[in-house]
């Protein structure tokens, strides 16, 4: 899944919770091996919107190295080598792909009003940010000390 808490995929990386940072990782490998073998009629909704345009799949990579950088910022440890390498390959391989350059497939702010939703409403109380606060769009009255 893409947690899509921030249109920039760098603030969205640092937005997420800690369980999210791995499973961030490794759904990006899977979006661009994806798309690397022109499998793009996946069922998974959020696969075929990353394999829709070199626009968002270049987003997705973005915020899965992101959330690389996060993991290693948060945990002092960098990610499990086979996460990273194909996150390296993915940005340097991301234009030879056949993917169409349409940047209107872009996401909309209602994908990232309803990710933030979902974190305050559902999961937050479940949820740690080793090493950072809670986004600020996390309303105050929902931290505990």
């Not at 793009?40 to 968002?56: E, F, G, H, K, V």
């Not at 910022?73 to 990273?84: G, H, I, T």
């Not at 234009?95 to 872009?106: A, C, F, G, R």
């Not at 979902?118 to 769009?137: A, G, S, V």
């Amino acid at each position: 899944m893409i947690y899509f808490t921030d249109p920039d995929p760098d603030e969205a990386a640092s937005n997420l919770c800690d369980r999210h940072l791995r499973e961030t990782i490794s759904f990006t490998r899977k979006v661009f091996k994806e798309a690397s073998e022109n499998r793009t009629q996946s069922s998974d909704p959020y696969i075929r919107w990353a394999c829709a345009s070199l626009a968002n799949l270049r987003w997705v990579v973005d915020h899965g190295n992101s959330a690389t950088h996060e993991l290693y910022y948060r945990f002092r440890k960098p990610a499990c080598l086979e996460d990273s390498l194909p996150l390296i390959e993915a940005s340097e391989k991301m234009d030879s792909l056949s993917l169409p350059v349409d940047p209107d497939h872009i996401f909309f702010p209602d994908k990232v009003d309803k990710v933030r939703e979902f974190y305050r409403k559902e999961i937050f109380r479940n949820l740690k940010w080793t090493r950072r606060y809670p986004p600020d769009w996390i309303h105050p009255s929902l931290m505990t000390t």
